[in-house]
């Protein structure tokens, strides 16, 4: 077993993208300093920030708020009840959120899906013959950016990691889907009524996100959605993780060298259109009537 690079003890952990092997304590140190400079370096949150952690109950958004709260950001949660009965998922993951709220004596805010569109994220999917996760998407950038506008805060804060941006970006690449690469990016500035988005986790492969949660003490729902089965991403993420085996760190070149030298330009070349208030709700979008709102119409009307 190798030996920590910072203090020689028994290491938990080996690297190979970094050469670097670490111990239970020095790596949760190692994680925070990483997760400081990012949000230096891409500017992601600034110190007049009010920040709204999307907390879903699992390892990567449970992890960030933690995160956050030990690098000093005052960083309250947000958790949709996206009302998926199955396995009890929704239930035990709320269960979990609330914990860590209790633990770092941060405010867990609970907005219900159900209560707010009209029926639960499974039925929603099958009433607008929607795919569920693109039902649920829909839904969920929806309510957190109403929820962040009305409670005043200005940055919302994601637990993507590495794995799935690099999973994303291949997917969009293979088919060429230039306007989704256009808008990939680990910081949305804020624009009209869309406030701020950020990644802040995007250095951190899903290994190494579990193991600085699990190291810090926080339990979290380890099943995952009962919808996110037979996702494309989990087999891009195979054939990323097969690559990385290979030739370590050719996960993060791959992204960061999107982001560094290709997005700019595509953002360039390929405007977001134009945004107008939704004649319903007001809120922008570039459709007369927003998504959500067409879903909340279906929803009522069956
Ligand atoms: S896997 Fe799909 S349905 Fe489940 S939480 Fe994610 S987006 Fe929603
Ligand atoms: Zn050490
Ligand atoms: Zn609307």
Same mark, same amino acid.
């Given at each position: 077993?190798?030996?920590?690079?910072?203090?020689? &003890?028994?290491?938990?952990?080996?690297?190979?993208?970094? +050469?670097?092997?670490?111990c239970?304590?020095?790596?949760?140190k190692?994680?925070?300093?990483? @997760?400081e +400079?990012?949000?230096?370096?891409?500017?992601?949150?600034?110190?007049?920030d009010?920040?709204?952690?999307?907390? !879903?109950?699992?390892? /990567? %958004?449970?992890?960030?708020?933690?995160?956050? @709260?030990?690098?000093?950001?005052e960083?309250?949660?947000l958790?949709?009840?996206? $009302?998926?009965?199955a396995?009890?998922?929704?239930?035990?993951?709320?269960?979990?959120?609330?914990?860590?709220?209790?633990?770092?004596?941060?405010?867990?805010?609970?907005?219900?899906?159900?209560e707010?569109? $009209?029926?639960?994220?499974?039925?929603?999917?099958?009433?607008?013959?929607?795919?569920?996760?693109?039902?649920? $998407? @829909?839904?969920?950038?929806?309510?957190?950016n109403?929820?962040?506008?009305? *409670?005043?805060?200005?940055?919302?804060?994601?637990?993507? *990691?590495? /794995? /799935?941006?690099?999973?994303?970006l291949?997917g969009?690449?293979?088919?060429? &889907?230039?306007?989704?690469?256009?808008?990939?990016?680990?910081?949305?500035?804020a624009?009209? /009524?869309?406030?701020?988005?950020?990644?802040?986790?995007? +250095?951190?492969?899903?290994? &190494?996100?579990?193991?600085? @949660?699990?190291?810090? $003490?926080?339990?979290?729902?380890?099943?995952?959605?009962?919808? %996110?089965?037979?996702?494309? !991403?989990?087999?891009?993420?195979?054939?990323l *993780?097969?690559?990385?085996? +290979?030739?370590?760190?050719?996960?993060?070149?791959?992204?960061?060298?999107?982001?560094?030298?290709?997005?700019?330009?595509?953002?360039?070349?390929?405007?977001?259109?134009?945004?107008?208030?939704? %004649?319903k709700?007001?809120?922008?979008?570039?459709?007369?009537?927003?998504?959500?709102?067409?879903? &909340?119409a279906?929803?009522? %009307?069956?």
């Amino acid at each position: 077993m190798k030996r920590c690079l910072w203090c020689k &003890q028994k290491a938990v952990i080996y690297m190979r993208e970094h +050469r670097l092997a670490l111990c239970k304590e020095c790596y949760p140190k190692w994680f925070l300093r990483v @997760t400081e +400079r990012l949000i230096k370096e891409w500017h992601m949150i600034e110190s007049h920030d009010k920040v709204l952690v999307a907390v !879903s109950g699992g390892k /990567d %958004s449970l992890g960030l708020w933690f995160a956050l @709260t030990k690098l000093g950001y005052e960083a309250d949660g947000l958790y949709l009840d996206l $009302g998926i009965s199955a396995g009890e998922y929704s239930t035990k993951s709320k269960h979990f959120a609330l914990q860590l709220s209790e633990r770092i004596q941060r405010p867990l805010h609970i907005v219900s899906v159900a209560e707010e569109v $009209g029926r639960p994220v499974p039925d929603l999917a099958f009433a607008s013959r929607r795919e569920p996760c693109s039902a649920c $998407g @829909t839904v969920k950038r929806y309510l957190f950016n109403k929820f962040a506008l009305e *409670n005043g805060y200005t940055v919302i804060a994601t637990g993507h *990691n590495l /794995d /799935d941006e690099a999973a994303t970006l291949m997917g969009n690449v293979l088919r060429w &889907q230039l306007a989704y690469l256009a808008r990939q990016a680990p910081v949305l500035p804020a624009k009209e /009524d869309l406030v701020k988005r950020i990644k802040p986790f995007v +250095r951190f492969t899903e290994k &190494q996100v579990a193991l600085f @949660t699990i190291l810090s $003490g926080i339990p979290y729902i380890e099943q995952e959605c009962p919808f %996110s089965e037979g996702a494309a !991403s989990l087999f891009y993420k195979d054939l990323l *993780n097969k690559i990385e085996e +290979r030739s370590p760190g050719t996960k993060w070149a791959f992204y960061s060298q999107f982001i560094e030298q290709l997005q700019p330009l595509l953002n360039e070349k390929f405007p977001e259109p134009e945004l107008k208030p939704c %004649s319903k709700c007001g809120m922008p979008t570039t459709a007369e009537i927003c998504a959500f709102c067409r879903i &909340q119409a279906i929803a009522y %009307s069956g």
